[in-house]
């Protein structure tokens, strides 16, 4: 029997446990920790993004802030909105909601942000202390997809790991994160000779590329964990559906466990940013380690 790892069930999990270490922050150390999320420009995708990400933070007893500024904004007024956000003792989170427009340079801000308020972890100090194994924030997608993984086999060393996908925001961090459990890591992508032969090799084998059901059921090994990163919009039988870089239906007949899409990753990317805004929380106000 193949398992269907239930993305949604776990993120509640994952929330549950933040929503008990932020009441146990409030009663034993009057703590509420706070999120900043700053959106520029008029994008709808980024607008739902954003509200959703508020409704989630307030959900979980932390405060939610919300900075929106102009699509006309300017670089330096975006800057100096993240500085006044690093010197605000009260916030512990800071998250530029991407993409920036365009005339915006996204690595000025995203670097400018404080790396321990970085709970997108995307700083360049953050993805630093991820490769040297120093203690960070991590990226979110990336950090869901190895929570999941865990849920079905807890301990992955050993275990050969194929990524494909070098992205800077999933591809490598998770990678980085895989090599962290002690897997074996190869990390894939577009240049990459003989790919179904690479993924045939996978006791993991994890796809974050963005092209529709790339991954077919025959690159699959017999008992491997799939973990499907990908979101896409595909029209099918006249309607619009979203599916993973894996072929979910093929696939899972050879896998062990898979994660499906929707209702896999995806809903674990914000359960992380909260985990994010709480682990911050506690480092910065010395509150020692929280159980998330
Ligand atoms: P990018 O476009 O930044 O990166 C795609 C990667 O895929 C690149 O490294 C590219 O290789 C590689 N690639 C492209 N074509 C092929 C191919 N034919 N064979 C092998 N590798 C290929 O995408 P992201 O990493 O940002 O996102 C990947 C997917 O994950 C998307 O579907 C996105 O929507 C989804 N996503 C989901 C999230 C969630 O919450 N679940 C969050 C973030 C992303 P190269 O470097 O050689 O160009």
Redesign the pocket.
């Known amino acids: 029997m193949t398992t269907i790892i239930d993305g949604k069930a776990i993120a509640a999990d994952v929330r549950a446990k933040i929503a008990q270490a932020v009441s146990t922050m409030q009663s034993q150390h009057n703590v509420q920790p706070a999120l900043a999320v700053v959106l520029v420009g008029d994008d709808p995708a980024s607008h739902v993004y954003v509200r959703n990400k508020g409704i989630a933070t307030e959900k979980a007893g932390m405060k939610s802030i919300e900075h929106r500024l102009p699509v006309g904004a300017a670089e330096d007024d975006v800057v100096s909105l993240v500085r006044e956000l690093n010197a605000d003792d009260t916030v512990d989170g800071i998250l530029v909601q991407l993409p920036l427009p365009e005339h915006i340079s996204s690595s000025r801000v995203i670097n400018e942000i404080d790396p321990d308020k970085d709970v997108d972890g995307l700083t360049e100090v953050n993805a630093g202390r991820l490769i040297l194994g120093k203690e960070g924030l991590v990226p ?2 990336p950090q ?2 190895v929570i999941m993984a865990k849920t079905v086999r807890p301990n992955l060393s050993g275990l050969h790991a194929v990524v ?8 490598k961090p998770l990678s980085m994160l895989l090599l962290a459990e002690n897997c074996t890591v190869t990390m ?5 000779a003989d ?1 179904p032969a690479v993924c045939r090799e996978a006791d993991i084998l994890c ?5 529709p059901r ?1 991954v077919k059921g025959d690159w699959v090994k017999k008992g491997a964990i799939i973990i499907d ?4 919009r595909i029209e099918e039988q006249g309607k619009t559906r979203l599916v ?2 894996v072929d979910f239906d093929a696939a899972k007949e050879n896998a062990s466990a898979i994660t499906p ?1 929707p209702g ?7 359960a992380c940013l909260l985990r994010n805004t709480v682990i911050a929380a506690a480092r910065r106000r010395g509150l020692g380690a929280v159980d998330v």
């Open positions: 979110c997608t869901g997809s494909v996908g070098r992205s800077i925001l999933v591809g894939a992508h577009s240049r990459t790919l796809a974050a590329v963005g092209i790339l990163v990908g979101i896409n993973g870089d899409v896999g990753v995806g809903p674990m990317t914000i």
